[in-house]
């Protein structure tokens, strides 16, 4: 049986597109049908399916083909766990088209060295996001999520509900949010009103 490519992808996040990383993939000579993803998943959280099923699909002599090594993992702890698991199964790995084989001792030491490169990448990552949010809140521009709906719109959301003219889809979609937004609307406002009369008695 002939050695075969088999193509890994992911992104952190689930509004981040997979096409540039499949058209590479598609470049380096790996079939659409043997490509496994992982959408938003973080490099760092070793529980990707994707991942798992691509390193099932692999057999010795095939090669694990990724467009970058950050797609793969972003620690040192997380790569050196995956390239103990090419080697002992003599899986070669592709990088953007270089080939490392983690059976070599070059080839190992190669990826070592990529590996920490990618780590200290995430670590400024990071680093420059906690700095920019620092930054940010001093300046009075970080606020927290803010809420979707504001008091009046809320009340006059719940009203229409109680009214039973409309239903909860359709309120939701008169106001451009979830039903789930409209049940914590009439639940807080529930809340509210139980809490009102028991408030006033006791300042009696």
Not at 13 to 42: I, N, S
Not at 64 to 87: G, H, M
Not at 188 to 201: D, I, L, Y
């Amino acid at each position: 049986m002939s050695a075969l490519l088999v193509g890994y992808a992911r992104c952190s996040t689930d509004q981040q597109d997979l096409t540039a990383q499949r058209d590479g993939l598609t470049m380096l000579g790996v079939a659409p049908e043997r490509v496994y993803v992982d959408h938003g998943l973080t490099g760092t959280n070793r529980e990707r399916p994707g991942l798992r099923e691509a390193l099932a699909a692999c057999r010795a002599g095939d090669t694990l083909v990724v467009t970058k090594l950050d797609r793969l993992a972003r620690s040192l702890p997380d790569a050196r766990a995956i390239a103990d698991e090419l080697t002992t199964r003599q899986i070669s790995l592709s990088l953007g088209g270089s080939v490392y084989d983690p059976t070599d001792a070059v080839g190992r030491l190669l990826f070592n060295v990529l590996a920490m490169v990618a780590e200290f990448e995430s670590d400024l990552i990071r680093l420059r996001t906690v700095e920019g949010m620092k930054v940010a809140k001093a300046k009075g521009r970080l606020r927290g999520k803010q809420p979707k709906l504001n008091r009046k719109q809320e009340a006059h959301l719940v009203s229409l509900v109680h009214s039973g003219e409309y239903s909860t889809l359709e309120v939701a979609e008169l106001f451009s949010v979830g039903r789930s937004t409209v049940y914590r609307a009439i639940e807080r406002q529930r809340v509210a009103a139980k809490a009102g009369p028991a408030e006033a008695s006791s300042r009696r």
